[in-house]
């Protein structure tokens, strides 16, 4: 009788959609394309969603191996799964892999019931592991894992990372067929990632790519093609291309135009996301283009981590910098693509005076639309996971659940692990509290713009820097606001519990629909729901830049109507300066002033009659195309 393999990768479902388990599949079509395994194994079951614990251990019957795939948002769940699956079948060989994995012996030693862990890649180990149980040889022969032996730890060679050619596709192989025919999941949307290579030649402190993976390995071009058809003609909206940096090679410039190609043929993928290349502006310009030919951008990533050159050597990003940002934001506004610029916060040398500015400079050099701050995380196999690196620059961090943002609010509970920097040598926890809540605020205002038509107004007309703007409203906020200052407080409530260790960085509110949300997305759905109070609390700051009250109220006006709110019937608004080409030569350095005339503007029905959908369709799928800002129109 063959003997069953079980594999679980389970990730959290956002609006009934789930990601095919892409790197549990690999492993399996790696191993089961030899015939002596398909002789002895049966591929019995993939699981992929995060089920009530005890459901998914009636999923697994009589298991001989159960190969865990662990990353931080399901690390929690497969431990105490496994731990289930333990005591059902205490002969059962449970196999923890993936990202989240250290590259030593901690699980062994501190989970009784992992028997086996395999470090790095997975692909080779996991065959030779089925190859010996075959044999009933010992483990001591296969490279790259961790086990248990007569009560000692044992840790086995690393060896250099796997050939690409050789291996197959789980596309290709059929591993994904049964999950996507299954009628249980009709209505459900199927997402899923591609490679085309792994590696990374950078060494960024905090990414896991950066300990040895650095050299660069492709997969052969058949595969990929075979593996986009597969995509498009199963119908795969969406798409993640997991290279860690695409367009670093001639030919990915190929695969782009193939994969809209397949777009034109079947209208699949619909969104094709990658991670741009660093330090190749021009031919990643080319490529995004001819996916935005398609509208297959999900947004273009232009990263620049920091905006300190201190703290960029420091992460391991000099030789990359930030470039002229300024150039590179135009060049894809100016051919109408969106943009978004991710800063990480609590990077080793940031300050909160660095990090602040790094935020206004990013703003200051075009990036109005969409600027995304990622908290700074603890991940094991990063360079910054060291004991050295931690104590060389006193990191401190709170390890909390994994709240994935868009995910449903308190399902699967305990499932996820997130391990954050709080604290530096040069950042207190109270400095990262205040620059989360500056965070919140800033993006909340003028990226999602309830505030960006003042601010750009000051600074083309008056000259007062984005810095200066809204480092000053922060202090009136948390000094005079009432209304403001309350629900900040309210998109914030969780920093303070988190920083004490009695809570997990998260917020719900079931106005918007029972699921998390970024706190500026929070911020600015609980301002647009209080949008009169809003502004009748914030003139008192805006006044002070003002002589002119006409002007004044009449922008005023203008920034009120053209916040997207819900039911709203067709709106015709009047102002006395023409506001509306004003800030559509936003960078025309010469339009600093607007000009005097009457104006009438039309804006359409609100596209959504309740907060549930409005939150859904403009903080969520619309922030980065500017959703939240009404279009308006001249009469």
């Known amino acids: 009788m063959k003997k069953n393999i079980y594999f679980v990768q389970p990730s959290n479902s956002l609006s009934k ?76 060989i449970t196999v923890f892999g993936g990202p989240q994995i250290p590259d030593d012996t901690e699980y062994l030693e501190k989970y ?13 180990a996991f ?21 248990r032996e007569n009560g000692e730890y044992k840790k086995t060679p690393s060896v250099p990372v796997c050939d690409l050619t050789q291996m197959p596709s789980p596309y290709a192989a059929g591993v994904f067929d049964k999950i996507i025919h299954n009628p249980k999941y009709a209505g459900f949307q199927f997402d899923t990632v591609i490679e085309t290579n792994r590696g990374c030649p950078y060494k960024c402190i905090y990414c896991c790519w950066s300990e040895g993976k650095g050299s660069l390995r492709f997969f052969p071009d058949e595969r990929i093609k075979n593996d986009l058809d597969w995509i498009a003609k199963n119908k795969i909206p969406f798409c993640v291309c997991a290279d860690s940096n ?49 509208n297959l951008n999900r947004g273009i990533s232009v990263a620049v981590q920091s905006m300190s050159e201190d703290v960029l050597e420091i992460i391991g990003r000099k030789n990359i910098g930030v470039g002229n940002l300024s150039q590179t934001l135009k060049a894809y506004r100016d051919a109408g693509m969106y943009t978004y610029t991710d800063i990480i916060l609590g990077l080793p040398g940031e300050t909160l005076e660095s990090f602040c500015r790094g935020l206004f400079d990013v703003i200051e050099a075009g990036q109005h639309y969409s600027v995304a701050v990622y908290r700074c995380e603890l991940l094991p196999n990063t360079i910054l ?106 998109a914030c409530q969780s920093f303070i519990p988190f920083l004490e260790g009695k809570g997990n960085l998260c917020f719900s509110d079931e106005r918007f629909g029972n699921i998390y949300w970024d706190f500026d997305e929070a911020l600015f759905l609980c301002s647009a729901a209080e949008l009169d109070a809003f ?101």
Not at 112 to 124: C, V
Not at 137 to 146: A, G, M, P, R, V
């Open 385 to 490: 996971y060291s004991d050295e690196m931690q104590k060389k620059y006193k990191i401190k961090t709170i390890t909390s659940q994994f709240c994935q943002k868009h995910s449903i609010a308190n399902e699967n509970a305990d499932s996820s692990r997130s391990c954050i920097v709080v604290e530096t040598s040069t950042m207190s926890s109270a400095e990262w509290l205040t620059a989360e809540r500056i965070t919140t605020a800033a993006i909340s205002f003028h990226n999602m713009g309830l505030l960006r038509f003042f601010a750009v107004y000051l600074r083309k007309a008056l000259n007062v820097s984005y810095y200066d703007f809204y480092m000053k409203l922060y202090e009136w906020i948390e000094s005079e606001s009432s209304v403001i200052k309350r629900l900040l407080d309210y």
């Open 246 to 294: 695409f367009g670093i090679v001639s030919r990915d410039e190929k695969i782009a135009d193939y994969v809209v190609e397949l777009n034109k043929k079947y209208g699949y993928p619909q969104k094709f996301e990658t991670t741009s290349a660093k330090n190749k502006d021009d031919f990643v310009f080319r490529i995004n283009r001819k996916l935005d030919s398609r």
């Open 17 to 92: 959609s789930f990601f095919l388990p892409y790197a549990s599949g690999s492993i399996a079509a790696y191993s089961f394309q030899h015939e002596e395994i398909k002789q002895n194994f049966n591929l019995a079951d993939i699981i992929f969603e995060k089920e009530p614990i005890n459901k998914a251990v009636e999923k697994i019957n009589r298991p001989y191996i159960v190969g865990f795939s662990c990353y931080m948002w399901n690390i929690e769940y497969n431990l105490t799964l496994a731990m289930e699956v333990k005591a059902k079948y205490p002969d059962v």
């Open 535 to 635: 502004y009748d609390d914030v003139k008192d700051y805006l006044k002070r830049y003002f002589d002119d009250t006409e002007i004044f109220e009449d922008l005023l006006k203008y920034q009120k109507e053209m916040i997207a709110q819900p039911c709203k019937g067709e709106t015709v608004f009047e102002t006395q300066y023409d506001w509306h080409e004003y800030f559509r030569r936003i960078f025309d350095a010469e339009a600093a002033h607007p000009e005097k005339k009457k104006t009438v503007l039309k804006i359409a029905e609100s596209e959504t009659d309740n907060w549930f959908d409005y939150a859904r369709i403009v903080a969520w799928y619309g922030r980065r195309s500017g959703k939240s800002i009404n279009r308006a129109e001249y009469i």
């Open 127 to 147: 065959h030779e592991l089925l190859k010996n149980c075959l044999t009933q040889k010992s483990f001591e022969n296969i490279n790259n894992i961790s086990y």
């Open 112 to 124: 009784s019931f992992i028997d086996l862990l395999i470090h790095g890649e997975g692909e080779i």
